[in-house]
Each structure stands twice: as C-alpha cells, then as structure tokens.
C-alpha cells in the first residue's frame, strides 16, 4: 500500500487497521524507511565529520526540575555552529537535552515529542513519566547501528512526575541503557567539569532561582575547561538554553531572563575566575 | 442456478442510504460552532472516557456522531495521517480541507463499494485560523459528501431541526459562555419542540482556542470551569474567560 501523504486519496487500509498507539509502531509498519534506526550506513573509515552538540546538565528542586545546554555545536576542533538549540520540550511535562550528533539527534527529537504527542491524541492520557523515559530509551537503542560508527546520540531526560509529584531525572548511555539521576546530571563532552561543579554546589532545598543559577555555572565551568561547550556569548546575546518544568508544566526561560542569570554569573565570575567556593569542612 | 434478483443502482443506493442515516439517527446529536476567540464543540455524552469530540492535529479539532467504533476508527486514522504528514513535511502542512478531503474520500469509498457496509457515522473537521475569518468547518454526511459549513453546524440524528434553531440564533464574535448557551440551548430541544433539561455532567465541551499560547490549541473544557461559563451564560455577564483559561493551566492538553 503506497505511502500516499502527497494525495489526497482514500486513507490506506494500516491507517484504519486497529493496532498499538504508538507511533513509531505504526511507522515501522507503515513506513518503515522514516524510522531513523532503519537506515544503513556504508562502512567508514574512521569517525564521519559532522556537528556535534556538547553539555547538557540538569539538575533537581523541590518544586521541580532544571534542564539547560549550552549553545555550541563542533565539527572536529571547527565551532559549526554558535547558536544550536539542544533542549527541546519533549511534551507539556518533559524536556529532552541532546548530546551527540546533532543531525540525528534533532530527528530523534522530533520522532519522540511525536511518539508522546501521538499517543495523547489515540488514548486520551499521557504516558507515565517512566513510560516515556523508557520509550526514549527504545529509540537510543535503536541507533546503536550508528552509534557504533561514531554517531551517538545521548539524551538527558527530565520532567515532573504527576503521580509522585516530583521532578524527575534520566540520563542515558548509547546503548540505551537507562538510570535515574538523584539531584543532578550532565552529559555530553563537558560533562565531567560540569558535573564536578555541580557536585560542590547542589544543595537539596534550591530555590528555582537557585537551580536555574546552578546549572548556568556548570554549563560556565564545562565551556571553561571544555573547548567544545561555549559559554554565554554576551556580544552576540547568545545566552544558554534553560528550561524549568514544575507542577505548571514546561517553560522556557526567556531570553532577558537567561541573559540576566548569565550576566550575574559572568560578573561574579570577573572576581573569582573559578566561581563560587565551598566551604572546607 | 438461481439469478439473483435484479435491483437498480438508484434503488441499491437509497437503501444504503437510509440505513446510515437510521444508524446515524440513534446517536445524539452535537453542534459544532465558532465564537470569538476558536471553535466551540458541544454534544450530550453521558460517557466521562467515550469522547465524541478530540484533538487531530495543532489547530484542528474532531467531532463525530454514529456509531462509536467506526468514528473511533476514522478518529485514529486521521490522527495517523495528520502525524505522518506532519512527520514528513512541516507541521503547517498539516490542514483540515486535506485531512476532510482524506475522510470523504474512505467514507465515499466505502458507501459506494457493494462488498462493504456503509459507515453510520457523521463527521466534522474544524480548523481555528488566526483570526475568525480563517476558521474552516467541515460536515461529512455518510456517503462522503463534503460541506463547508460556516458559523454553526449540528450533525446526528435531529441534526436538521437543531441546524436550523442556531441559524436564526447564531451570530459572529459571541463569547464562549454566549455560544455554549446557544449550543445546549439547541440540543435541549427535541423534535417535538419540547424542552428538556442537560444537566452540565452530561456535557461534553471541547474549544479549539485560538488564544492559547501553546501551538495545540485542542482543550477539553471540564469540571469547575464547564459550571463557571454554564453560570456566566447570561449575555450581559460574560466576564473574563481569558484570564479563567489562564488559570486552568497546561493540563488542558492533557486529555
């Protein structure tokens, strides 16, 4: 049965057939060539030169949860892009932060808020947040094919839980391994900084404000010893993307708002290069 | 061996005909309407889960009267083909007179082919535009005929003496509580004119509010908020739905 979106035609027999609500089902069915783990890849020598997007962090509050990346994509040692968007909500309760090829990442971004959105229209509820953090998982797993040649994608999940009503955290690995985060995470190439200053800032009872300051400074000290995350870019007003998902749902921090935590940081930042301290014992 | 006997294809039709249109005629009819800010959906449903009305696509709504698995298909369907479409191209691409051209098409099919028995069902396909003057409102009777309708439209079984209640009635730029007023109005009467009372959990209501600052503008309208405006309908008081819809938050997409 032909595809058949371009005409307007009698809708084939799979759209009328009864079967599961998950999109990518239907996909794999119906079209199976639009899944992007289907497609195979020639053998390469060595890692393929596309853009790469670089630190995602989040971290948790009591009244919700913080999810925020870092504007730069690299191709190689090259800056490919100075204004990428890496952080996406994923439905009206979730976000999704991409690290990884940037290509694939965005389809598999676009494949996921559809899976989410498609199964909300057919069964009139939203999955579990377990629900979509495993489907999610599904997906990566499904690109092991590419990863395995260099194309990874690593997501990091986050959003509230309405049954437990929490904010919740999932990061995962490219074989679509999946774990629950307590407090905070990051992934992507300037993860280890990030997470290590994170590790000295975080406190259980952070205000929003508190967590949104929070993650800008690990996404400062990631672009700090990182060449490939970038720091706020204050000439071109590129800020980082900072999202806060709470009991009202997702939000994206607007612009004057990132730029305003980002110049705060920056300006404490001309005292003390290295950030704020902790206290030795 | 027996010939089979002979029936006309007028004849054949007529009764295909009547038979969807005496299945359709069981179910209650729902009215479909524009205000001004989207597209009101109103029917009587006792059922909380059973939708007759739902979300298809960003800016385009379902309403269907008939028989429940058969719309519940075509409902599927059409949100399949919006996703793909929108999957495939953009998310404008997406629009009501392609997915009503999609239904008709499969209904008129259908209807038409001797091996299959007609669908009892009667659909419309609304689209909210930017302004009232981009709303479309499509009917799709049983045989997979297509009507752009515009201001009101009833589909069901009692759907002609309801049309024809809100054609005298109906009016541009009425307030949400205004229109809904109208539409349960309407549905309340029956065919021998006399009025009965819905109470509010019978109702199902659903807008497409072109408003909403989310891209799906598909909300179902439930609970406190449904009394709320079942209370305000008086014209004179239509206070602030806007700052109402504000305060239910997000959890309209929800469903």
Redesign the interface.
Known sequence: ME?N?RS????PAA??T?GSSS?MD??AE??PE?LPGRRTLPPVQGAIEVPHGTTIVAASFPGGVVLAGDRRATMGNMIAQRDIEKVFPAD??SAVGIAGTAGLAVEMV??FQ?EL??F???E???LSLEGKANRLSTMIRGNLGMAMQGLAVVPLFAGWDVDRQKGRIFSYDVTGGRSEEHGYAATGSGSLFARGSMKKLYREDLSERQAVTLVVQALYDAADDDSATGGPDVARRIYPIVTVITE???RRLTETEASDVSRSVLERRLDQPDGPRAELL | MSTPFYVSPQQAMADRAEYARKGIARGRSLVVMQYADGIVFVGENPSR?L?KF???YDRIGFAAAGKYNEYE??R??????A???????DRDDVTAR?LA???A??L??IFSSAGEKPYEVELVVAEVGASPEGDQIYRLPHDGSIVDEHGSVAVGGNAEQIGSFLDQRHRDGMSLAEALKLAVQALSRDTSGSEREIPAERLEVAVLDRTRPQS?KFKRIVGRQLARLLAAAEPATAPTDAADDEAE???G???
């Open positions: 595809a979106t307007t035609g009698r809708l759209f009328l009864p999109f239907f996909l119906h079209s639009l009206e309760y676009r494949l559809l959105e498609h909300e229209k057919v009139g509820t939203q009202d749902g997702y | 889960a939708h739902s979300e298809i298909n075509l599927i369907g059409g949100v399949r083909y996703d793909l479409r929108g999957y495939t191209y392609g051209n999609v239904y098409q499969t008129g099919t799906r938050g997000p959890e997409a929800a469903d």
